[in-house]
């Protein structure tokens, strides 16, 4: 008799702490909504702020979620561009070609049946000459197929020299390295050169993009310990993503946080080194205005030493500045949600002012800041990229068509007769 009361007040106990457990999830769950309803100002399902929580470009890579995979596990570090894709189990990117870039392999020589275009720049570079669906190429060589004869009258092959969060001179150490067997260069960009122009930065321009530190991470968190804590933490959070888990507020505020990036010291060896090495001296850094000048002159340098090297190779060159949800676009209620933070435009626009000028000097510096001025329907699904459902982009397809209008203009390529 004893010991069945024991079992029963045992199973008691334990459905006790069951129904506790569970209503505890439930408060925390209940918690969780009504903050990030308060915060975003309306209520968004917790698996669409799993997905909005990394831009179009990372959606596309890692799968929008479907994947334990993060970002950073799709990545390969490269000698001289700092870091690409690659193609491997589990994470690979199946898209990736032989030297980490988004579609067509690049060649050894000049291909005597095409006219290459190689297109640099970051993920909107990217994404504007990507190859997303079968039987397709992309918008930007469509665009000039569709409507341009090339100067050799043979078709246009445009190759995706863009990568998320490349800036320069990741663009002119690219053409450096391949720029013999292409016909011409054009780079899209300017959102990711603007962010290291911010005055209170005090980095060197040329400091890579953030996933540089996450393919050498024994500089990010400098030593083994500190690395593994860090890529258990990210596997958690990738997993929060997935499953039941996914459709949960909670769960999704447990994998920011998890997913956010620790506070550095800079007191590790490589953290420190790594640290000097991207700092500027403080007579430049601390006045904003002589830190935003020489941040844009080095802008302007690497610009300009890409259109001498183009004249070394004997190719064409033109340097696109990218829109902006900050200039010259009125947003859509989603897309302000999407870009809360417009501050930056100002100095967008100062910094793009300042490379035009280099066309004073005979390089071919065009601005697409006025592209989406009389677009009243939403264009941005994010910060910075333009809306896309494999080949439907309203975007993109303004981008590429500007694009390809200054290239036929400026170098003289005859128009198709369009029926």
Excluded at 360 to 386: G, Q
């Amino acid at each position: 008799m004893a010991n069945k009361t024991a079992a029963r007040q045992t199973g008691l106990k334990v459905a006790a702490l069951c129904i506790g457990l569970v209503v505890a999830l439930a408060g925390l769950e209940i918690l969780s909504t009504a903050w990030l309803t308060i915060r975003d100002g309306r209520y968004t399902p917790a698996r669409e702020l799993f997905a909005t929580s990394r831009n179009t470009y990372i959606q596309d890579i890692t799968g929008s979620g479907s994947s334990n995979c993060r970002y950073v596990d799709t990545m390969f570090p490269h000698p001289y561009l700092a870091f690409v894709h690659h193609r491997d189990d589990p994470c690979g990117v199946p898209s990736a070609n032989d030297i980490g870039m988004l579609g067509d392999n690049y060649p050894v020589a000049r291909n005597p049946d095409r006219y290459v275009i190689l297109l640099a720049g970051g993920s909107v570079a990217s994404q504007i000459s990507q190859l997303v669906q079968p039987g397709r190429r992309s918008f930007i060589e469509e665009e000039l197929n569709r409507h341009y004869v090339s100067p050799t009258g043979k078709p246009f092959l445009v190759l995706n020299g863009g990568l998320g969060a490349w800036k320069q001179p990741q663009q002119l150490i690219l053409l450096a390295i391949y720029g013999d067997f292409i016909d011409a260069v054009v780079t899209l960009d300017g959102y990711n050169e603007q962010h290291l122009i911010q005055p209170g930065l005090k980095v060197r321009f040329e400091m890579p993009g953030a996933n540089y530190l996450g393919v050498n991470p024994i500089i990010a968190k400098d030593g083994f310990g500190s690395l593994a804590v860090s890529w258990f933490m990210g596997r958690i959070s990738g997993w929060l993503g997935t499953g039941l888990t996914s459709h949960s507020h909670a769960a999704y505020l447990l994998a920011s946080a998890l997913a956010s990036k620790p506070a550095d010291d800079g007191s590790g060896f490589g953290a420190k080194t790594y640290s000097e090495m991207m700092s500027l001296p403080s007579d430049i850094t601390n006045s904003a205005s002589t830190y935003m000048d020489w941040q844009i002159a080095q802008y302007a340098k690497y610009i300009r030493v890409m259109d001498v090297t183009a004249r070394d190779f004997g190719i064409k060159s033109m340097f696109f500045l990218q829109p902006v949800p900050a200039v010259d676009k009125t947003l859509t209620p989603e897309e302000s949600r999407a870009t809360p933070d417009l501050k930056y435009g100002e100095r967008y626009v100062e910094i793009v002012r300042r490379l035009l000028a280099l066309r004073e000097r005979n390089i071919e510096v065009r601005s697409l800041l006025d592209v989406f001025k009389d677009e009243k329907e939403t264009i941005y699904s994010d910060d910075i990229h333009p809306k896309r459902d494999l080949m439907d982009s309203r975007g993109y397809s303004l981008m590429a068509a500007r694009m390809a209008q200054e290239m036929a203009g400026t170098w003289g390529w005859r128009t198709k007769p369009q029926q």
